[in-house]
């Protein structure tokens, strides 16, 4: 059968393809991540030393609004249109039917508006930031500060609707995929034969069908107490601000692990491929993901330990989420046991994959930490939190949308990376991305708050003797400092600090860390270009994936004809 | 070699923190600083204790784990002529990293549960002050005096004067003092936004609720000068709301009280007013009639 060429609007804008689709996802995924990245690059530029140099009125006084606005934007493009978009919408689109067999998503012209609804969320959202003083409330949203009494403007109302919209087209897309993996698995292909990232896919998919609906509701109520006079979450009128919370992180709480469980299956087939070893313990492995998810909805409470929830609450809260370290560990050991005994090759998507587990295990433990109520009262809303969630998900979940583009581009493009830049951009993320958040657990443990545009540390204006020093002053003075500092504790002398309170030291390697791995994007932008323009033919199987591990993807062309498997392929 | 000299080092800057009983409370972060602050209070210091509990084991989870990633990359890389294995189930090796994890949360359970009922069991209190966030400054009432309220603003930038002791961003027009050695009961609450009450050297954090009254303790041992933060965003001066606690003898305590003008209410939850910390562990709590303070 000839192979269907639409043209290029009805291709790309009219698609019910779920491989175009997935690509739309992914090429969206990839923009606001360059966005979200860049709201990032210049909140750690702001932080890199005391004072406000950046962020500024237009008399000079700190902007504290546009800070808040800036943190904002940064969790919900990173959230909602980075990784759900990349994780679920791109890979689980590409690789959901061609993984089970199947011509197309169930659902085709659904999976054409689950993407299309993703676009006006996106644009509501960049345009909340220029409305009246933007939405400032953190991507918890939570009232009364996002209530008229603490953003009397329409910014917040725009937020609310980008989060509708973006919400709905994650529930349809989950629709969507739990009709797609239920019916559409080719024949022989039983639930226990699924490919990992199968399993995976469906349960984030339930996930998101029962925990998306429970933000909706609770964002809607916040819209009528915004616009409507009702009091759901307004003391004043008889409601309840911790309502809100309790709402929100029955999603919340469930939605880390919606970031995260894509990942989980992505890391199982790319460690098997690379290790030539079918995955070690594959039905531990899948219900370890569908314990996971069923203990995610069940933790949320721990987001609130601090809110004076009752202590027996507490104690209930703090024992289920320790139980989530039980199937965590599983799956880390799982992984290494697969690497046990194979024949390992380090590509890049395998460097990322590596580097996911370590990160994952540093980010894992710290959860641990954070689980317990009792310690969690000097942790709460400081960096070792930032620290924590950025370990899973930055260095997690965004470890693992690499990964798989480097594993599946040559599938998904019918052309290659560059092997050599994919490892340097591996290894400049990897070292950048440490350098920018393992010190923030010592800011956190030593006390310093989240959420804030300014930190108590003497004035590099007052250390150096100069009015308002340049950015490269500023920095060449505390790389000495730094270099000093670090020298003193290698060779176990003392160094006398001009400086010697406050939060600086750590906030300056944590920023300069943050540079690294923004020119780390910047190299991986160069990758993609290269790789569409330069990059050498894929073969279909361009891994020599083995035959008794192989999933379908890799016995169909590169990249796959428009319409695959008009022979529908059959499981032993 | 050097490296591993580099993070012993680390590990032995981190140290003031752990020994935690021979230095004074901690009023602010150190340049560099690796650990938790160290304790001003009993809550603060089980929390220490706590922490290096958990330290130890996240460090050692986080080695292995590494250690055996590193192992397999290296033992098991791809060389000629070595056909991969092709085991994919080990029973007992599963049952193993199961039951593992589980005695491991089970060892971190048990202090953590004790730590959090020690945090919540509120020691008859000795001195009840109520604290209220706005936006951006903080109100304190102390409830057992009549006349003993006031506003706490931030010191702005060029009212600083660090040889006074003085922080930016962290001292405030009006510290709180508050005796050492006393267990003051602390009621939170927000008259506008969310905000939380936050006290690192203590221990403390609450957070304020408009429409909610929250409660917690603390009791400073070491007198000193302790800072806090706003610790729940709040909005344009989230990072301007410091809280700065004056921790002083209770003779001197008194004295400030009276130069505020504060006269002690009738129904006052101050039980005792001992003149040192030793006279209030041998006579604790002897007002009949006060226990039964219905205000509590």
């Known amino acids: 059968m000839a192979d269907q060429q639409p043209g290029f609007f009805t291709r790309w804008f009219c698609s019910t393809n779920h491989k175009d689709i997935g690509t739309l ?114 991507w918890t949203i939570y009232p009364p500060l996002s209530d008229t009494l603490g953003h009397p403007g329409m910014s917040v109302d725009m937020a609310i609707f980008a989060l509708h919209l973006a919400g709905a087209s994650s529930i349809l897309g989950a629709a969507n995929f739990i009709t797609t993996i239920f019916n559409m698995r080719a024949p022989g292909m039983t639930l226990h034969k699924m490919p990992l990232f199968i399993w ?7 996930l998101l069908v029962l925990a998306v609906p429970v933000l909706g509701g ?49 890391v199982s087939h790319i460690i098997s491929t690379f290790s030539r070893k079918p995955i070690f313990g594959y039905l531990g492995m899948a219900y370890a993901m569908v314990a996971i998810g069923f203990v995610g909805f069940i933790v949320w409470a721990h987001h609130m330990y601090t809110t004076g929830l009752s202590v027996n609450t507490l104690a209930y809260f703090t024992a289920a989420t320790l139980i989530i370290a039980v199937p965590t560990g599983i799956k880390i050991f799982s992984w290494i046991a697969t690497m046990w005994g194979g024949s390992i090759e380090f590509k890049t998507p395998m460097l990322w994959a590596i580097g996911f587990i370590f990160l994952f295990t540093v980010g894992g433990v710290t959860g641990v930490v954070l689980a317990n109520a009792g310690m969690d009262v000097v942790l709460h809303d400081t960096y070792y939190v930032v620290a924590h969630f950025h370990y899973v998900l930055s260095l997690g979940a965004v470890f693992i949308l690499f990964a798989g583009w480097y594993y599946w581009i040559g599938k998904m493009t019918g052309r290659m990376y560059p092997e050599f830049l994919g490892k340097v951009h591996f290894w400049m993320t990897f070292i950048g991305v440490n350098l920018t958040f393992f010190p923030q657990h010592f800011l956190g443990l030593a006390g310093m708050p989240r959420r804030y545009i300014d930190y108590p540390a003497p004035l590099l204006s007052d250390v150096m003797g100069i009015d308002n020093p340049t950015w490269w002053q500023r ?41 690294l791995a923004g020119g780390s994007v910047i190299l991986f932008i160069v990758i993609v270009f290269w790789t569409l323009f330069f990059g050498r033919k894929a073969s279909d199987n361009y891994w020599n994936v083995p035959k008794n591990i192989m999933t379908l993807e890799w016995t169909v062309s590169s990249p796959p004809p428009f319409h695959q498997f008009d022979i529908q392929p059959k499981v032993k | 070699m050097k490296f591993f000299a580099f993070l012993v080092s680390l590990m032995v800057t981190s140290l003031p923190a752990m020994a935690s009983d021979v230095v004074k409370g901690q009023s602010y972060a150190d340049s560099w600083q690796l650990n938790l602050m160290s304790p001003a209070s009993p809550m603060k210091a089980e929390i220490v ?144 936004v969310l905000h ?74 101050i039980t005792t007013i001992p003149d040192s910390a030793a006279n209030k562990q041998a006579n604790p709590k002897v007002d009949v009639d006060n226990i039964a303070n219905p205000g509590r």
């Open chain 1, 25 to 138: 996802y992914i090429l969206f995924s990839i923009f606001a991540g360059i966005l979200g990245g860049a709201f990032s690059m210049y909140m750690r530029l702001e932080l890199q030393d005391p004072g406000v140099q950046f962020m500024t009125n237009e008399d000079g006084s700190p902007n504290g609004q546009m800070w808040n606005v800036f943190i904002t934007a940064h969790g919900l493009i990173m959230v909602f249109f980075v990784v759900m978009p990349g994780l679920i919408g791109g890979f689980g689109n590409w690789f959901v039917p061609l993984m089970i067999g199947a011509p197309d998503m169930a659902f085709p012209r659904l999976n054409n508006i689950s993407f299309w609804l993703l676009v006006p969320a996106f644009l509501l959202l960049c345009g909340s930031v220029f409305v009246d003083v933007g939405a400032g409330t953190g």
């Open chain 1, 200 to 206: 995976a896919m469906l349960v984030t998919s339930f």
């Open chain 1, 218 to 266: 609770a964002i809607t109520m916040l819209l009528t107490d915004r616009n409507f006079g009702t009091s759901f979450f307004n003391p004043e009128g008889g409601g309840d601000p911790l309502l809100f919370q309790h709402l929100f992180w029955f999603f919340g709480h469930p939605e880390v692990y919606i970031m995260i469980l894509p990942a989980f299956g992505i």
């Open chain 1, 475 to 515: 920095t060449e003075y505390m790389g000495r400092e730094t270099w000093m500092q670090f020298h003193a504790w290698m060779t176990g002398e003392t160094y006398e600090s001009a400086i010697t309170w406050g939060y600086h030291g750590w906030n300056f390697i944590s920023s300069m860390g943050a540079y």
């Open chain 2, 49 to 192: 204790d706590f922490h290096n509990l958990l330290l130890v084991i996240i460090t050692a989870i986080v080695i292995i784990v590494t250690a055996l990633l590193i192992y397999a990359c290296i033992k098991f890389r791809r060389k000629k002529d070595v056909e991969p294995a092709s085991f994919a189930h080990n029973t007992l090796i599963e049952i193993i990293w199961t039951i593992v994890p589980v005695i491991i949360l089970i060892i971190i359970a048990i202090p953590s549960f004790k730590l959090l009922y020690f945090e919540d069991r509120i020691p008859e209190p000795e001195l009840t002050i109520k604290t209220t966030g706005y936006q951006w400054y903080w109100g304190y009432e102390y409830m057992d005096y009549d006349g003993l309220e006031f506003l706490a603003y931030p010191l702005a930038e060029d009212q600083i004067d660090e040889s006074k002791g003085q922080r930016r961003l962290l001292s405030t027009d009006a510290p709180v003092v508050v005796p050492v050695g006393t267990n003051i009961q602390l009621l939170v609450t927000a008259a506008d």
């Open chain 2, 196 to 269: 939380a009450f936050a006290l690192p050297a203590a221990g403390v954090k609450k957070d304020a609720i408009p429409g909610r009254l929250n409660e917690t303790w603390m009791r400073i041992d070491k007198p000193g000068t302790y800072y806090g933060q706003c610790s729940e965003i709040c909005g344009t001066g989230h990072a301007y709301m410091p809280i700065e606690i004056k921790a002083v003898p209770r003779a001197e305590f008194d004295a400030w009280v009276r130069q505020q003008g504060g006269t002690l209410k009738e129904n006052n939850s």
